[in-house]
């Protein structure tokens, strides 16, 4: 039997309005340690796929399997915790609060931790990843001193505070110029080929996706296409 | 999400959200200002009505009598008085502590006196009854005695007060300067003072109404414990009332009393007894006037009457069960007025919150994106109102305060001496500012509970990442 993969999506349905077509039998796996770039027009329903990956929506038909977990089944308080654990979300307006510090901002999951670890344990993580994605001098100014590819730096610290085992980003250069946005994926390419963190990054981004290890290509109404593997 | 972050998301979107916050505390600061306002003032001039206008911890049971009207008369039918019978069968009434006979003095009397303090002597038709000396205990000047005290054989002769001492003073019949019946003429001896108890109410139409009239100066109470006078018992300034026999005696003033008639002296019951004896003859010793009823707790008050009613005897109308219905009434009114501002009040902040909630509905996306449950944002939006509710509650009950000191202070330097004019109109106690408290708390979350719940109910996926 095959080893079981940390994403399974299967017959996934989807749509907003009555007769509207988004999403129909999406059937996907993504494996542990994989940088999957999921590409696809506008309104394709890109966002609309990770959303329902990461449980921020679970309004849809069909099957939803994150590591073992079976996000349908979960009730909205496990789902919050499933968010706060288990997936990191990076968007592309970055979403920092402004009047808290970069520290701070990254602390942010921390508060809504179910577990027991210590405060400082967090603190310590957090200024660890804050070196990590290269901004380390900034944790204790506010956002808006920050450039745009500092501020998503922040953010990739911010979700991946809490060990997340899937990292979800929504056109995470999508705001950023060209310079800023290739530092970006090749921070997200560092982060899966040496921590091995599996990464799902939609984006318009030709470079992006060919820095993936595969890509899924959406089409309206559904029908997907594999690209090319690297 | 544990309590003290919440404390913490709390505590910092108040600080930064304060200016909206304040501008929808004002209602609620003006309907709880209202409230303590008039709860404070109903307070305090309930405390002037009971407690000093019309005190309710007694009952006073009266001969049932119906008056008949012939004329410009009216003629009572039944008893007119009651016996050691009825005050025994008052006594067994059910929650009953203890039963005191009063007796009115039923001979005329002149008071005359009051040249140390007025500058004239004042001579008056004094009205009085008796009264029995356990019910006033408590309102007797320290340094006297209420009670009566019988002259001694054999008689202590004397020639000035001082050889009588502190209670007593020298009775020098042919001396005094007004015709009366002497018992023993031509011998001085030692007497004490009858000792009487007056009425906060003597002093009070003395100071507003009498005073005036005759141009005398403004008796302090306090100050007037002690000071006697004389009376001649069987005299009346109705000439027509005079009694064949007049007998002279000094009385002095050892206290106030609630329990004292209104428009007259109270004397230690044997006393009374005493007098009307001299004019009616023994039985008069045991016809009493009205009774006045200790009950246990002031709530079996209404079931007592009842019982006392159906032996036949009439409750007396203090007046205080009007007045403090008024009271009542008015202050419902007053309180209802301001509960409607704070509910007003409560709908404002409900459009405050919704405005507020749709501006950080991106923060509180975010929030739920990362981990937070419903019930953590519900939670943090009605502690934001709890203390929004606390710290208006405090400041609606401090300006109520502040206005209610102004008021105080205008009464006392600008508004002239009425009786029973009080120091403060307001009392402001610990119930009132607990009220106040909880209430603004529970209107300021009654008005965030359903912007909390839209809250909580905030779409993360849409406000995140949708267009
Ligand atoms: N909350 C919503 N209510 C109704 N329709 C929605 C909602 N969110 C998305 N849609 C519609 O669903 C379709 C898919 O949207 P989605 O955001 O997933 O597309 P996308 O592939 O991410 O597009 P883009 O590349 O522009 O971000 C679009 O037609 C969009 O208009
Ligand atoms: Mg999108």
Same mark, same amino acid.
């Given at each position: ?96 609060? +402004? ?52 501020? #998503? ?10 060990? +997340? ?30 921590? @091995? ?34 | ?65 119906? @008056? ?105 019949? +042919? ?9 023993? !003429? ?21 100071? @507003? ?7 005398? !100066? ?87 009457? #009842? ?111 009425? +009786? ?26 009654? @008005? ?20």
């Amino acid at each position: 039997m095959e080893a079981i993969s940390l994403v399974v999506v299967g017959h996934l349905k989807k749509n907003y309005q009555p007769k509207q077509c988004i999403l129909n039998d999406v059937n996907l796996r993504i494996e542990d340690a994989e940088f999957v770039a999921i590409t696809g027009k506008s309104g394709s329903g890109k966002t609309t796929l990770l959303n329902i990956i990461g449980g921020l929506d679970s309004d849809y038909e069909g099957q939803v399997e994150v590591a073992g977990k079976v996000l349908s089944t979960l009730s909205d308080d496990e789902l919050s915790a499933y968010r706060n654990s288990h997936v990191g979300f990076v968007f592309q307006s970055f979403h920092l609060m +402004p009047h808290l510090s970069c520290l701070e901002n990254v602390l942010l999951p921390s508060a809504f931790n179910q577990g027991k670890a210590v405060e400082t344990a967090f603190t310590q993580q957090a200024l660890a990843l804050l070196a990590m994605v290269g901004v380390a001098e900034k944790a204790h100014e506010f956002p808006n001193c920050l450039s745009g590819g500092q501020q #998503q730096r922040v953010a990739i610290a911010r979700a991946l505070l809490m060990q +997340p085992k899937l990292l979800l980003c929504d056109e995470p250069t999508g705001s950023l110029d060209d310079e800023s946005a290739g530092d970006i994926i090749q921070l997200f390419a560092k982060l899966n080929a040496e921590q @091995g963190m599996t990464i799902v990054v939609v984006t318009h981004d030709a470079d992006v996706a060919l820095k993936a290890t595969r890509t899924i290509h959406l089409r309206q109404c559904g029908v997907m296409e594999e690209g090319q593997c690297l | 999400m544990s309590i003290k972050k919440r404390w913490q998301f709390i505590l910092s979107s108040l600080i930064r959200h304060r200016k909206h916050f304040m501008l929808s505390s004002i209602g609620i600061v003006t309907g709880i200002m209202a409230f303590s306002f008039f709860w404070a003032l109903s307070a305090g001039v309930s405390q002037v009505v009971l407690g000093e206008i019309f005190p309710v911890k007694t009952l006073e049971v009266v001969p049932r009598s119906l @008056g008949v009207n012939v004329g410009p008369i009216q003629l009572g039918l039944g008893a007119d008085a009651l016996t050691q019978k009825s005050v025994t069968a008052i006594q067994a009434v059910p929650n009953v502590t203890k039963v005191y006979p009063k007796m009115k003095v039923t001979t005329p009397m002149v008071g005359v006196g009051g040249k140390k303090y007025l500058g004239n002597d004042l001579q008056i038709e004094i009205l009085a009854e008796g009264i029995d000396p356990g019910l006033v205990a408590g309102d007797v000047d320290s340094q006297f005695k209420f009670e009566a005290t019988p002259v001694s054989a054999p008689l202590q002769s004397c020639k000035t007060d001082l050889q009588c001492g502190d209670n007593g003073y020298c009775y020098d019949a +042919p001396n005094l300067s007004w015709r009366y019946q002497n018992l023993n !003429p031509g011998f001085a001896y030692c007497r004490h003072y009858i000792p009487v108890l007056a009425s906060q109410h003597l002093v009070e139409i003395f100071n @507003g109404v009498v005073r005036r009239a005759h141009d005398f !100066p403004k008796l302090n109470p306090q100050f007037v414990i002690g000071y006697d006078w004389d009376i001649i018992l069987g005299s009346s300034v109705v000439r027509r009332s005079e009694a064949s026999k007049k007998y002279h005696y000094k009385v002095r003033l050892v206290g106030f009393s609630d329990q004292a008639m209104w428009l007259g002296l109270t004397f230690p019951l044997p006393v009374v007894q005493k007098f009307n004896t001299l004019f009616h003859g023994a039985e008069a010793a045991q016809t009493f006037h009205s009774v006045t009823v200790k009950v246990d707790r002031k709530d079996q008050i209404a079931a007592v009457s #009842q019982k006392i009613e159906q032996l036949g005897f009439d409750i007396k109308d203090s007046g205080a069960a009007r007045a403090s219905f008024i009271i009542l009434v008015t202050t419902l009114v007053f309180l209802v007025i301001s509960l409607i501002i704070v509910g007003v009040a409560a709908v404002n902040i409900m459009h405050v919150y919704f405005m507020l909630i749709y501006e950080r509905q991106v923060e509180i996306g975010l929030m739920r994106a990362l981990g937070a449950k419903r019930s953590d944002i519900r939670w943090v939006i009605l502690g934001e109102a709890g203390l929004v509710g606390i710290m208006s509650g405090i400041v609606g009950v401090v300006l109520a305060l502040l206005s209610s000191q102004v008021i105080d202070y205008i009464s006392r330097y600008y508004v002239p001496d009425f +009786p029973y004019k009080p120091s403060s109109y307001f009392v402001f106690d610990a119930g009132v500012v607990v009220t106040a408290v909880l209430l603004s708390v529970g209107f300021c979350m009654l @008005g965030a509970y359903f912007p909390a719940s839209r809250a909580a109910k905030v779409d993360p996926a849409r406000v995140l990442t949708g267009q």
